[in-house]
């Protein structure tokens, strides 16, 4: 099980960093990603960790603004992001896997982000 935290309403341009715990097992075991779905719209891959960490890939929509990262000791994901536009409004999931959207890819329950004035 994944259970995200750290959502919320944040202006354009702040920042926010969302959390992610997994319970029952260890996230060390997979590649880990972000994924979110804006309201009305399919599900989108925002960044991907290998198991190490040392690896990382961003979708070019938050390239510069978003840092995925992880504590395998913690079995914690982690995903900072700054400089908040109104198009990142979305429900976040952690998942493992390297896009989040494969079948076999297992989704938290998610954490709203609302960037509004």
């Known amino acids: 099980r994944l259970v995200e935290s750290g959502g919320g309403l944040v202006q354009p341009g702040g920042s926010l960093t969302l959390s992610c715990v997994g319970s029952?097992?260890?996230?060390?075991?997979?590649?880990m990603s972000w994924v979110r779905q804006a309201p009305g719209k399919g599900p989108e891959w925002v960044a991907h960790t290998s198991r190490s960490g040392l690896s990382k890939y961003y979708n070019d929509l938050v390239k510069g603004r978003f840092t995925i990262s992880r504590d395998n000791t913690k079995n914690t994901l982690t995903l900072q992001m700054t400089n908040l536009k109104p198009e990142d409004t979305a429900v976040y999931h952690c998942?493992?896997?390297?896009?989040?959207?494969?079948?076999?890819?297992?989704w938290g329950q998610g954490t709203l982000v609302t960037v509004s004035e």
């Open positions: 998942s493992t896997g390297r896009t989040g959207l494969a079948d076999s890819d297992v």
């Open positions: 029952g097992f260890s996230i060390g075991s997979y590649d």
